[in-house]
């Protein structure tokens, strides 16, 4: 076996989540996970205009009610010219078509080392052993190398540091969520 990162699989995982709730993807995150979290600012549909965080991201001062208007935009930068990208439509919600803010992010992570609690403790989004798990390694091609946690590459910074991340990229943006679960 050799470990094999692959979008198709959280794309997988969405299917599954849609199909056994029998809710749409976008609303299972926002009614399980971000609600019980006080993510108002994140959704997993972006292209929906009807969707609420498009919906107030839209009405919000300066818009024209058109969140991808600004297409093939020119606008000095530092002295350097650059064009806005068209926007793109990413069809495996679950993989990569997150919508969310520092602060919305921050309240994931807070329940991650928080055993599962949003960060008011009145909300649990998975009992503790399920994030312990989610931490630890999963599988890597060898014993001595880092490998994957659930969700999350594992990392082993200097001073044997723990840190448990998920990066992504896409044209024109990169994030990433770390975390250092043993500190």
């Not at 997150?98 to 329940?111: G, R, V, W, Y």
């Not at 060898?142 to 840190?163: D, S, T, Y």
Request: charged content about 20%.
């Amino acid at each position: 076996s050799l470990l094999s990162y692959s979008n198709h699989g959280y794309g997988l995982l969405g299917y599954i989540a849609s199909y056994v709730t029998k809710e749409a993807f976008p609303d299972f995150m926002r009614s399980r996970i971000f609600a019980n979290l006080g993510m108002r600012n994140s959704t997993f549909a972006p292209h929906d205009a009807e969707d609420p965080v498009i919906k107030r991201m839209n009405a919000a001062k300066g818009r024209k009610n058109d969140l991808h208007r600004v297409q093939n935009h020119r606008r000095p930068y530092r002295g350097t010219p650059y064009t806005l990208l068209e926007p793109m439509y990413i069809t495996n919600l679950p993989a990569g078509s997150l919508l969310s803010t520092a602060a919305d992010m921050a309240q994931f992570a807070i329940a991650h080392i928080n055993d599962g609690k949003s960060s008011d403790g009145t909300n649990n989004i998975l009992q503790p052993w399920n994030i312990k798990r989610m931490h630890e390694k999963a599988y890597s091609n060898h014993p001595k190398v880092e490998g994957m946690a659930i969700g999350f590459f594992e990392r082993r910074m200097p001073g044997n540091v723990q840190m448990v991340a998920h990066a992504g990229d896409t044209y024109g943006q990169s994030s990433m969520l770390a975390l250092f679960p043993d500190d």
